[in-house]
């Protein structure tokens, strides 16, 4: 199978939108990540330095994070799991995502 015939695929897009910090009325951009156009940063902040440091290989990154930079401090205990395999011609990135988050797994091309 030649890539892009026959094959389902995800839909994956990074949106920023502007907020005004409350206590210092200061404006920021926040990322979020969406699948398929449904938000998988929903209450929390998508770090864009896991993010990147993710596409380089397996193992356990940082993504999402609570707005003051701590994963911690939104309930994130654990980083995401990210697994990178081929198979034929496409890349394949696996997301093991531990609770709070609400999908357990997602894969996307
Ligand atoms: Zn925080």
Known sequence: MRLGENMDYDTLRI????????????????????INNECLTDGFTLD???LVASVKGNGQYDILTCSCGEPICAG??????????????????RWLIPHPIRDDSIVSV
């Open 15 to 34: 949106e920023y939108r502007v907020v005004k910090d409350d206590t210092s009325s200061k404006k920021h951009m926040v990322p979020s990540l969406w």
């Open 76 to 93: 994130i205990s654990e980083g995401i799991i990210v697994l990178h395999h081929r198979d034929y011609e496409a890349k394949f990135v």
């Open 48 to 50: 864009m330095r896991g």
